[in-house]
């Protein structure tokens, strides 16, 4: 079984390679594509990628830990990422934060038990005269208070 996921990650690869190029430059657009479908960059996607566009892997990890929105550990089906810049922490962020800890019991870095849902910091959504801002995927909810918090992760866990 292990085996057959690989040959499909491989192939699924391959085909990223033929559609971004194998150079580089293609290295950005074949991770978001790998993120966006299996919600992060395995090792052995990492490996995959470096061999087909010639570099080493450590370069590969080095792009995944230097951008936020890509991970190389397994994540939860949905994102949630919190604004922490100055202006959402004028604005409410930590009652937003503690009452989203509180309905998912869980802390910012984990992951819930059914592994629905991950929470994550972001240091700025640009919203910033909207504080305090969360990111839910590719979705930015603005003004937030502690119960729309709570009302949005009801409507994600449903």
Avoid: W
Avoid at 109 to 115: A, F, I, Q, V
């Amino acid at each position: 079984m292990l085996i057959l996921e690989k040959n499909t990650l491989t192939e699924e690869i391959e085909g990223y390679v033929k559609k971004y190029g194998n150079d580089r430059s293609a290295l950005l657009p074949i991770l978001q594509a790998v993120q966006r479908e299996h919600n992060y960059v395995s090792d052995f996607a990492q490996q995959e990628i470096a061999r087909m566009l010639d570099i080493h892997p450590v370069e590969v990890f080095s792009v995944i830990s230097f951008y936020s929105f890509l991970n190389s550990e397994p994540k939860g089906k949905n994102i949630v990422r919190l604004c922490r810049t100055i202006i959402c922490d004028i604005s409410g962020k930590d009652a937003v934060e503690n009452a989203i800890c509180r309905e998912l019991k869980i802390k910012f870095g984990e992951t819930t038990k059914d592994k629905k849902i991950t929470l994550e910091y972001t240091n700025c959504l640009g919203m910033c005269d909207q504080g305090p801002a969360m990111m839910v995927n590719n979705k930015v909810y603005t003004k937030l208070t502690p119960e729309r918090a709570v009302e949005i992760l009801k409507n994600i866990k449903s």
